[in-house]
């Protein structure tokens, strides 16, 4: 959706709280240790990484966008 090197993004949501529209769900009640959390964005949230993204590439702190080719399925 974002167009984003995968570990990227989980490097720029770390910056980002439940209050900036970035939470954890996980996939069984109750979580324990085990689970694996993963993460979802509002709207804002989605907004709100966009621009960390942004300030990230402005400060040139981010590697190039991945193309058509990086995202194509390894056979």
């Not at 996939?27 to 993963?38: C, K, V």
């Not at 979802?40 to 990484?49: H, M, R």
């Not at 300030?55 to 193309?67: C, I």
Request: net charge negative.
């Amino acid at each position: 959706m974002l167009d984003e090197d995968e570990e990227f993004l989980r490097d720029c949501s770390i910056q980002l709280f439940s209050e900036d529209g970035c939470m954890s769900a996980y996939d069984n009640y109750p979580a324990s240790e085990l689970s694996e959390a993963i993460l979802v964005f509002t709207e804002d949230g989605i907004e709100n990484l966009r621009y960390v993204i942004d300030e990230r590439r402005a400060a040139g702190d981010a590697p190039p966008k991945p193309t058509a080719e990086d995202r194509r399925p390894k056979s």
